[in-house]
């Protein structure tokens, strides 16, 4: 049976630790595929008209195809260039919800996350969306630094 294991990614250098530390662990098990997972943070409570509704369809679009170009493809690309299975998406939503959902669909054994360096002390220790997905997911998280 194939080990699955999520993958977040979050555009910076982060991300490429936590890609790097999955691959490691890809590697270590064997018999396992990567989901790689980027989350454009969205959220759908904004009233709008019509007109402006349309627009953020056609923008939103547009940003899943640009953060499947640049920062999933390339990540996928190069796992399986070291021989590693790995799929990519692109969803739109809660980081923290977006990947434990992704984990439950999948079937996942761990999910994988970079802890956040922006932001005030609480946030350059985790980061608001991994100490949530550390409080709340339902397999294990592993949060690289």
Aim: glycine content about 8%.
């Amino acid at each position: 049976m194939t080990t699955k294991l999520v993958v977040g990614l979050d555009g910076h250098g982060t991300g490429d630790r936590a890609v790097a530390h999955a691959k490691k662990l890809a590697e270590l098990i064997g018999d396992c595929e990567l989901v790689v997972v980027y989350v454009v943070e969205w959220s759908p409570y904004s009233f709008q008209t019509a007109e402006e509704n349309a627009q953020r369809h056609k923008r939103r679009e547009e940003e899943i195809s640009t953060a499947m170009s640049r920062v999933v493809d390339p990540a996928v690309k190069s796992l399986h260039e070291a021989g590693i299975k790995a799929t990519g998406r692109v969803r739109h939503g809660d980081v923290a919800s977006i990947l434990m959902d992704i984990s439950q669909e999948e079937g996942a054994a761990q999910i994988i996350v970079s802890r956040s360096s922006e932001g005030g002390f609480a946030k350059r220790l985790f980061g608001s969306a991994t100490s949530n997905l550390v409080m709340h997911a339902k397999v294990p998280v592993t949060v690289v630094s």
